[in-house]
C-alpha cells in the first residue's frame, strides 16, 4: 500500500483536459514539494514535474502541477493520444528521509 | 549528459542474497545535493523507493526493508552498490536506480533502464 493515494484510473477524450489528484500527510506533502513521473509499460519513469510546479526542459507546458495542503494535483490539457501512461505522484517524507509515492494512476485517452 | 545502469542477477534463490550495482556517469556522488538512490516497482504495481547514499556518505534506507539493506558507493568507480538478504519471492521486481537532485526540494531527475529480478527456486 502506498503512502501517497491516488486514483488508479482516469480516462478523457483528445484535446480535453484532466487532473490527477495525489493525498498525502503533513510529513510529505504537507511539508515538502511534489514530483510527478510518467511511465510507459516496459520503460523506467521520466520527471514530468518537480518542485511542485515546474518542468524539465523538454516537458511541454500542457502539463502543470499545484498543490493545496496535503493533496497535490496534476493536470494535462490538450489531451494527446502520446500522454496515455501511468502517471505517478512522489514527495519527500520527513518520517524515513526519503521519498514516497502514490499508487500510481493509469491514463486512458478515449 | 547523466546516466545510470543497473547490473546483477536476473534470478536469485529465496533466502539467497542479492547485490546489485549501479553505474553512472554525467555527474558526481560528491557533489552537494546529489545522492543515488534505489527504488523497485513490482510487476503491475507501484514504486517504492528502497535506500540512499548522500553526497557526503550518509545513508537511509526504507523504514520496513532495513534491515535487510545495505547501500554503499564507491566514489572513484563512480558505483553505488545494494545489498539485499533473505530474497523472497515476494521481493520479484524491477530494480532502478536513480539520481536524486535536492534543490527547492528533492526530485528524482535520472533513472536507470531498471533491472528486472525474479525471485525463485
Known amino acids: 500500500q502506498s503512502v501517497l493515494t491516488q486514483p488508479p484510473s482516469a480516462s478523457e477524450t483528445p484535446g480535453q483536459r484532466v487532473t490527477i489528484s495525489c493525498s498525502g500527510s503533513?510529513?510529505?506533502?504537507?511539508?515538502?514539494?511534489v514530483s510527478w513521473y510518467q511511465q510507459f509499460p516496459g520503460v523506467a519513469p521520466k520527471l514530468l514535474i518537480y518542485?511542485?510546479?515546474k518542468r524539465p526542459s523538454g516537458v511541454p507546458d500542457r502539463f502543470s502541477g499545484s498543490k493545496s495542503g496535503t493533496s497535490a494535483s496534476l493536470a494535462i490539457r490538450g489531451l494527446q493520444s502520446e500522454d496515455e501512461a501511468d502517471y505517478y505522484c512522489?514527495?519527500?517524507?520527513?518520517?524515513?528521509?526519503?521519498?514516497?509515492f502514490g499508487g500510481g494512476t493509469r491514463l486512458t485517452v478515449l | 549528459q547523466v546516466t545510470l545502469r543497473e547490473s546483477g542477477p536476473a534470478l536469485v534463490k529465496p533466502t539467497q542474497t542479492l547485490t546489485l550495482t549501479c553505474t553512472f556517469s554525467?555527474?558526481?556522488?560528491?557533489?552537494?545535493?546529489?545522492?543515488v538512490s534505489w527504488i523497485r516497482q513490482p510487476p503491475g504495481k507501484a514504486l517504492e523507493w528502497l535506500a540512499r547514499?548522500?553526497?557526503?556518505?550518509?545513508?537511509y534506507y526504507s523504514t520496513s526493508l532495513r534491515t535487510r539493506l545495505t547501500i554503499s558507493k564507491d566514489t572513484s568507480k563512480n558505483q553505488v552498490v545494494l545489498v539485499m538478504t533473505d530474497m523472497q519471492p515476494v521481493d520479484t521486481a524491477t530494480y532502478y536506480c536513480?539520481?536524486?537532485?535536492?534543490?527547492?526540494?528533492?526530485?528524482?531527475?535520472?533513472w536507470g533502464q531498471g533491472k528486472l529480478v525474479t525471485v525463485s527456486s
Open positions: 536513480a539520481r536524486i537532485f535536492c534543490s527547492n526540494g528533492c526530485r528524482v531527475d535520472f
Open positions: 554525467g555527474f558526481s556522488v560528491s557533489t552537494s545535493g546529489v545522492s
Open positions: 547514499n548522500d553526497w557526503d556518505d550518509d545513508k
Open positions: 503533513g510529513s510529505n506533502i504537507g511539508s515538502n514539494s
Open positions: 518542485s511542485t510546479d
Open positions: 512522489a514527495a519527500w517524507d520527513d518520517s524515513v528521509n526519503g521519498p514516497v
